[in-house]
C-alpha cells in the first residue's frame, strides 16, 4: 500500500481547550488510485490532507499513524518533511495564489522544485518547467514561464500550479478543492487532466471537494466525513446508489436533480453543520438525524461492513434503505 | 393585474474602460454587455447563467440601477429607471433588492441583526421606531428566525442562518423583485436546500420574483422558469428552463450541462481551448470555442432568434437539434 493512515487525529488548542477536528480516521490509498474525501465544513477534510502533508497549523497535535512508502510521516521532523513534500508528494489547492509567489514568474516557480529535489541546474529546470507548461496543455509554454501569475486567468494558473506538483512525479498527489473556485467548463478540463495525469504516471490522488457529483466522475473510492469522523466510506458506486449511512442518504437528497419539477420540495438537513467540540458522546450526527434513537446519543457508531469494502458508521446502518 | 413585465432590458450595452495599462487599456475593452434584451414577469423567477466575464454581474447591478448603461433601458412595473428623476427612483428602489453570495460579508459584524435587516427601511426614509421593529419581525419570521433573533449579532449564527438574515433584509421593503448573485454557492449542502425551499416559498407565497444569476444549472433549474445564458456580453440562448438544459440548441449551453458534474454520469470534457483566443471584430463571439464551427461563423454574428415557435430563442447560424 503507498499510503495507510490509521486511527488519525487531529487537537486543535483553542481558548475553549482542545478540540478533535479529526477524529480517529482510517484509510488507506495504493498506486495509481483516487480516493475522494468529501464533507461540509467543519467536516475535517481539509485538515486531514494537511496533516498529510505534515502542514497542520502549529497549534494542532497529530496523532495516530500516516505511513507512506513504508515510512512512519507523524513525528517526523519537518527537515525530512520537506524533502518529501514537492517530490514525493505533492498538493494542489483551490487557490492557485495561495501556492505561486505573484512576485515570480511562472517557469522559475515550476523549475524550483526539480533544483531542489532532482538537483538539476537552472537552465535544465527552466527547459524542463516549459515542458511541463506544455504537458498541463497551457496554450503557448513559453510565454506562460516568462508570465507573471497574475497575468494568466484561473484556469490558467491552476494548470501551472499542477505543473509544478508533478514536476518530480510525485507517487501521491492531495488535491484540496483544486477547481472549486473555477467555471464549470474550465472545472471539468482540469479534472480531465488530472484523470490523464493518474492514468499515465500512476500516481494515487486523493481529492478533497465538497461535491459529491465532483467526486462521483472521478474517483474510485470516496471517503464521507462528518465531524472529523468517517461516516461511510467505499467504491464510489456503491456508496451513491446505495448509502447505508443517514448523513450520505442525506447529502444526495437535498441536492436539486435534474429533471425534477420547478420548486419541488428539497429534502433538508435540519440544524447547522457542526462546530468541532471538546467532548462528545455518542454520534455527531445525532442532533440532526432523522433516524436517531437513544443510543445514538450515548455510544459512538460502530463500523458496520457491507459488501466489498462498503463500510458505514452508524447503529442504524442496516435500516438504511436503498434509493435510487 | 397589469400585463406589463415586473422588468424588461431593452439593448443593454455598457463597456468598462479598462483602467490605464498604457496602450494596453484600448484593446482590451470589450463591452460588459453587448446588447442584452429580455423581460420577466412576476411569479415566474428568471434565471441568468454563464460562466465570470460572461456580464452576468454587470447586468444585476445595472437591472438594479446601481449603475448605469452606456445605452438601452430598464423598466420596472413599465417605468423606465434611467429616465427618472432622482427623487422619484428612490421609492423605486423599494420594489427591488439584491442578496449577494457570501452572507457573512454582506452583514456588518458590529451591528445587531435588528439594525441590518431594517437597514433598506431606513434608506428609503420611511418608518418610525414601533413599525420598524414590527417589520423587522415579520421579515425574520417569514425567513424561518425567532423575533428574539433581532438582538443578536452576526456571528452567533451558523451560515445557513446568515443568509437567513441577508434574504429578511432584502425581503423588509416588501420588494417585488430580488436579484440573488449565487445565493447559495457559498453555503453547505445540508443547508443550500432550506435556502432554496425559502426561495420557493417567497416567489409563492410573498410575491417575490427572483431574478436569479448562478453557475450552477440545477439550482436555476430548480428556482427558474426560463433562463437565459450569456456568453461575452450576449444572451447566446434563452427559454424554458427544464426543455433547454435537457436539450440545448446553442453549442456553449451544451458545453455548460456537458461539464456539470453529474451523479448518475461521468462528465464530459470539451477538447477545445479554454479560453476561446481573441474574440473577431465579426462573427460569433463563441467561434474559437465552438466544436461545430463552420465558415459563415467566422464572418457574420449570428442574431438572437426563435427556434422552433416556442419560446427558445438561440443565437446560432447552426443551432443543435
New interface residues.
Given amino acids: 500500500m503507498l499510503l495507510e493512515v490509521s486511527e488519525l487525529a487531529v487537537d486543535v488548542a483553542t481558548r475553549r481547550g482542545l478540540q478533535r477536528v479529526v477524529d480517529g480516521t482510517s484509510f488507506s490509498l495504493g498506486e495509481g488510485e483516487s480516493l475522494g474525501v468529501v464533507g ?2 467543519g467536516s475535517g477534510k481539509t485538515m486531514t490532507a494537511l496533516a498529510l502533508m505534515g502542514l497542520t497549523p502549529e497549534a494542532a497535535q497529530v496523532s495516530g499513524s500516516i505511513r507512506f512508502e513504508e515510512r512512519e510521516l507523524v513525528g517526523l521532523d519537518e527537515d525530512e518533511l520537506r524533502r518529501l513534500r514537492g517530490d514525493r508528494i505533492a498538493m494542489i489547492f483551490q487557490e492557485p495564489m495561495t501556492a505561486l509567489n505573484p512576485l515570480r514568474r511562472v517557469g522559475a516557480q515550476v523549475a524550483e522544485p526539480l533544483m531542489l529535489h532532482r538537483a538539476l541546474s537552472k537552465r535544465e529546470a527552466h527547459a524542463r518547467a516549459v515542458a511541463l507548461l506544455e504537458h498541463v496543455r497551457l ?1 503557448e509554454p513559453e510565454r506562460a514561464a516568462r508570465s507573471y501569475p497574475f497575468a494568466l ?4 494558473r491552476q494548470r501551472a500550479m499542477i505543473a509544478m506538483a508533478i514536476g518530480c512525479s510525485p507517487r501521491l498527489v492531495i488535491a484540496d478543492e483544486p477547481t472549486t473556485a473555477l ?7 482540469i ?2 487532466l488530472i484523470d490523464g495525469l493518474r492514468v499515465e504516471s500512476k500516481m494515487a490522488i486523493l481529492l478533497v471537494s ?5 467526486i ?3 474517483c474510485d473510492r470516496v471517503i464521507v466525513m462528518y465531524a472529523g469522523m468517517i461516516m461511510e466510506s467505499g467504491p464510489v458506486e456503491a456508496v ?1 446508489r446505495e448509502p447505508r449511512n443517514p448523513y450520505t442518504l ?3 437528497e ?7 419539477p ?8 435540519p440544524g ?2 457542526p462546530v468541532a467540540e471538546i467532548h462528545r458522546e455518542g454520534c455527531p450526527f445525532a442532533g ?1 438525524c432523522a433516524l436517531t434513537i437513544a443510543i445514538c446519543r450515548s455510544v459512538p457508531p460502530p463500523e458496520v461492513a457491507f459488501d466489498a469494502g462498503h463500510i458505514s458508521r452508524c447503529h442504524r446502518a442496516g435500516e438504511v434503505g436503498a434509493v435510487r | 393585474m397589469s400585463d406589463a413585465p415586473l422588468l424588461e432590458v431593452s439593448s443593454l450595452v455598457k463597456t468598462y474602460r479598462s483602467p490605464g495599462i498604457g496602450p494596453f487599456a484600448r484593446k482590451n475593452a470589450r463591452p460588459a454587455l453587448a446588447g442584452i434584451s429580455f423581460s420577466m414577469h412576476q411569479g415566474r423567477s428568471f434565471g441568468i447563467v454563464g ?2 466575464g460572461s456580464g452576468k454581474s454587470t447586468l444585476a447591478r445595472i437591472a438594479l440601477a446601481l449603475d448605469r448603461p452606456d445605452s438601452g433601458a430598464v423598466r420596472l412595473q413599465g417605468r423606465s429607471l434611467f429616465d427618472l428623476p432622482r427623487r422619484e427612483l428612490r421609492p423605486m428602489r423599494a420594489h427591488m433588492q439584491m442578496i449577494f453570495q457570501d452572507p457573512y460579508g454582506s452583514l456588518d459584524p458590529r451591528q445587531r441583526v435588528e439594525k441590518i435587516v431594517a437597514e433598506p427601511l431606513a434608506a428609503l426614509g420611511g418608518a418610525t421606531g414601533a413599525e420598524r421593529r414590527a417589520r423587522v419581525r415579520a421579515s425574520l419570521q417569514a425567513v424561518g428566525l425567532k423575533a428574539s433573533d433581532a438582538s443578536k449579532h452576526p456571528h452567533e449564527f ?4 446568515r443568509q437567513r438574515i441577508a434574504i429578511a433584509r432584502a425581503l423588509i421593503t416588501r420588494p417585488r423583485l430580488v436579484v440573488a448573485d449565487e445565493p447559495v454557492s457559498a453555503l ?7 435556502t ?2 425559502l426561495m ?1 416559498d417567497l ?2 407565497q410573498a410575491g417575490v420574483t427572483f431574478l436569479l444569476i448562478s ?1 450552477d ?3 436555476v ?5 426560463t433562463t437565459a445564458v450569456m456568453y461575452r456580453g450576449r444572451i447566446v440562448e434563452i427559454g424554458e ?2 426543455a433547454m ?2 436539450n440545448p440548441a446553442h453549442p456553449y449551453t451544451r ?2 450541462v ?13 477538447l477545445a ?3 476561446g483566443g481573441p474574440e473577431a471584430a465579426e462573427g460569433c463571439p463563441y467561434v474559437a470555442r465552438c466544436a461545430f464551427a463552420r465558415p459563415r461563423c467566422r464572418e457574420e454574428a449570428p442574431r438572437l432568434e426563435t427556434k422552433g415557435g416556442g419560446s427558445r430563442k438561440v443565437a446560432c447560424h447552426f443551432p443543435l437539434d
Fill in positions: 461540509e465544513s496554450a486567468s484561473g484556469g490558467e467555471d464549470v467548463t474550465v472545472q471539468a478540463r479534472l480531465a465538497h461535491d459529491l457529483a465532483v462521483a466522475g472521478h451513491l442525506a447529502l444526495l437535498a441536492r436539486p436533480r435534474p429533471g425534477a420547478r420548486g419541488a420540495r428539497l429534502a433538508t438537513i447547522a453543520p440532526r | 460562466e465570470s451558523s451560515g445557513g442562518q453547505d449542502v445540508s443547508v443550500q436546500a432550506q432554496l425551499n420557493s416567489e409563492r453557475h444549472l440545477a439550482v433549474a430548480h428556482i427558474c422558469e428552463t427544464a438544459f435537457a458545453e455548460l456537458d461539464a456539470t458534474p453529474r451523479l448518475d454520469q461521468p462528465t464530459r470534457a470539451p481551448p479554454t479560453n
